[in-house]
């Protein structure tokens, strides 16, 4: 069974940059579409962005030009390019394969991001 391991995160300026990355334990990812969400206080688990196996993107209006998605299937890692963040990034970030209810025992523990001066 696949689980997901985020690191990466970190306390960060308005304006600053992080990479996240998301190792995979457990079953190849490579043909799989990967996504990344997000999760702030009191908020529900929101989908920031996809990739899928031929490294087509999708990424939600609010990150779009500001977020990089990318994977690396050999490594079985998927990263998170954020630049020019934002206060309103801060949140618990985590991957997982697309569409993964949340109920399944692949989530994470997430990773923290926390965009403040």
């Known amino acids: 069974q696949v689980q997901f391991v985020e690191s990466g995160g970190g306390l960060v300026q308005p304006g600053g940059s992080l990479r996240l990355s998301c190792a995979s334990s457990?079953?190849?990812?490579?043909?799989?579409?990967m996504a990344w969400y997000r999760q702030a206080p009191e908020k529900q688990r929101e989908l920031v962005a996809t990739i899928t196996s031929r490294e087509t993107t999708y990424y939600r209006d609010s990150v779009k030009g500001r977020f990089t998605i990318s994977r690396d299937n050999a490594k079985k890692t998927v990263y998170l390019q954020m630049n020019s963040l934002k206060p309103e990034d801060s949140a618990v970030y985590y991957c997982?394969?697309?569409?993964?209810?949340?109920?399944?025992?692949?989530w994470g523990q997430g990773t923290q991001v926390t965009v403040s001066s």
């Open positions: 997982n394969i697309w569409n993964t209810p949340s109920s399944a025992a692949s």
């Open positions: 457990g079953s190849a990812i490579s043909v799989k579409i």
